[in-house]
């Protein structure tokens, strides 16, 4: 390669043009203008990336940023790992900020809650301790032990509620659970739908819901119980 430099103690640059390891053991196997400042820092490939913390490693793309202690970026573009063992798998514009916390891709989402994930879409937010976004876009799951799995402008608040898809929906109690779209959900421990269709029989605690009368116009049912 050329103009490359490795200053850190033990630091080795395989290949590439203009990359700099400065971190004791660390390494760039090749690329361009690629910064390995970290102890044991490490950088596969791409270009203007930077891997600046203990551990922390990036396997290429472009202009990403290892930041956090042992963080990880697999590749794409404009990438942000902040926090203690965060991952980010690819995509564009991700930024895994809280610890241990992963994006697997997709573009602009952010994953600032401990322990959070996000699988992939478009500007969704998993900000809550364990929380998760599958995908979609702009869905946040903000409360503990949140769920989103998709669809878009989804906010699970309520702790241990979860949204498995649809459109403007938002739990806002404790244990609750929302299939469909325009819900919210206030009342903890209940299922929300917009409509609900069974092929056999729906069973309660207090025994076999039968006789069910629906009104189209009002999207209401009566239920008795056997």
Request: proline share 0%; glycine share 20%.
């Amino acid at each position: 390669g050329t103009y490359n430099q490795a200053t850190g103690l033990y630091a080795t640059v395989a290949g590439g043009i203009s990359n700099t390891a400065s971190g004791n053991d660390s390494s760039i196997g090749g690329g361009a203008n690629n910064t390995a400042s970290g102890g044991y820092s490490h950088i596969g490939g791409g270009s203007y990336n930077a891997a600046s913390n203990t551990y922390s490693t990036i396997v290429g793309g472009y202009s990403s940023f290892s930041l956090g202690a042992y963080s990880h970026i697999g590749g794409g573009a404009n990438n942000t790992a902040t926090g203690l063992y965060t991952t980010i798998g690819g995509g564009i514009g991700n930024i895994a900020s809280g610890d241990n916390s992963a994006i697997v891709g997709g573009d602009l989402n952010l994953s600032p809650g401990i322990l959070s994930f996000v699988g992939g879409g478009s500007v969704n937010t998993s900000n809550g301790l364990y929380s998760f976004v599958g995908g979609g876009l702009n869905n946040t799951a903000s409360g503990l032990l949140t769920y989103v799995g998709a669809g878009s402008s989804n906010n699970a608040i309520g702790v241990q509620s979860s949204i498995v898809g649809g459109v403007n929906n938002t739990t806002a109690a404790f244990n609750t659970f929302i299939l469909g779209s325009d819900i919210t959900a206030y009342t903890s421990n209940f299922t929300y739908v917009n409509n609900i269709t069974s092929q056999g029989d729906v069973r309660g605690v207090t025994g076999l819901f039968t006789n069910v009368n629906t009104s189209n116009n009002t999207q209401t049912s009566t239920l008795s119980v056997l």
